[in-house]
Nanobody, 128 residues
Framework: VQLQASGGGLVQAGGSLRLSCAAS????????MGWFRQAPGKEREFVAT???????????YYADSVKGRFTISRDNAKNTVYLQMNSLKPEDTAVYYC???????????????????WGQGTLVTVSS
């Protein structure tokens, strides 16, 4: 699976951005998708994940730091996963990475090593 993330940019605190991650190279079925981020000088951390749920959008799980502000979704027909980010804060500034996991179960994956494929990252900068 090849992953191409896009949609990053500069936004003021309180603003919104939507990230996209297009998958190619194989079917999007039985693949869990996730978003991680890495701020300068910090380790990469989990943001959100959406599992595979047949033809529907799948169910999602979030890090506490973004719960209620970010929404992950997937469009299986377009092989694309999205991360809608609202009420952005300066501490959300980071490079955001999408990731894919070959897995057909329902358990959520929040750890880096659980994912098989990674995109190149897109930079989100939130100014105060």
């Amino acid at each position: 699976v090849q992953l191409q993330a896009s949609g990053g940019g500069l936004v003021q605190a309180g603003g919104s951005l939507r990230l996209s991650c297009a998958a190619s190279g194989r079917t999007f079925s039985n693949v869990h998708m996730g978003w991680f981020r890495q701020a300068p000088g910090k380790e990469r951390e989990f943001v959100a994940t959406v599992n595979w749920s047949g033809g529907s959008g799948g169910s999602s799980y979030y890090a506490d730091s973004v719960k209620g502000r970010f929404t992950i979704s997937r469009d299986n027909a377009k092989n694309t996963v999205y991360l809608q980010m609202n009420s952005l804060k300066p501490e959300d500034t980071a490079v955001y990475y999408c990731a894919a996991r070959d897995y057909s179960g329902s358990a959520y994956a929040t750890r880096i090593h659980e994912y098989d494929y990674w995109g190149q990252g897109t930079l989100v900068t939130v100014s105060s």
